[in-house]
């Protein structure tokens, strides 16, 4: 399939980390319980971490017990699905629309929800865009502050010569 954002895996493994690039591009699952956001009420958007593509609102999250952010529902024509017969198991994958990436995979048991679906989302495969702000920082970004933050400590407790 043909998409807006397309990109060699070399220009995606230097875009992304090993562990983002396991996950989005080699349909990896990162372990439950583990995300980001698994549990976070923060309102915003969320965006495929590979091209930002909006793909889910805040509104449509839900706690569901599954050990990854599940949504009931995805913005319009924000995600695509493709049948996942691996793991012994048939079940539907869901990738970005705009860049293929794999976001992880919806099943028909959103018990309670306006839809009926659950989307069981890998937390590495988006950011969150809060409400009236930018998104927050990524893992790299804020281990490139912190380094940036530590050095600048260390410089101005430093005796002047």
């Known amino acids: 399939m043909s998409y807006q954002v397309e990109k060699t895996d070399e220009e995606w493994r230097e875009q992304l980390t090993p562990e983002e690039y396991a996950v989005l591009r080699q ?3 990162e ?41 009931y529902q995805p ?6 699905y493709i049948e996942d017969i691996s793991h012994g198991m048939k079940r539907v994958e869901v990738r970005c629309s705009n860049c293929g990436s794999h976001l992880g995979h919806v099943f028909p048991d959103g018990y309670g929800t306006p839809t009926g679906d659950r989307f069981c989302i890998n937390s590495i495969a988006i950011t969150l865009e809060p409400e009236g702000g930018r998104s927050a920082p990524t893992e790299s970004e ?5 380094s940036s933050e530590a050095s600048s400590l260390a410089s101005s407790n430093q005796p002047a010569d």
């Open 27 to 29: 349909a990896g699952t």
């Open 31 to 71: 372990r439950a319980f583990v995300g980001e956001y698994t549990d976070t009420e923060t309102k915003g958007v969320y965006r495929c971490k590979a091209c930002q593509q909006v793909l889910f609102e805040s509104g449509t999250k839900f706690h569901s017990g599954c050990g990854w952010p599940s949504f």
């Open 142 to 146: 804020r281990s490139t502050a912190t």
């Open 75 to 80: 913005v319009t024509d924000t995600v695509e």
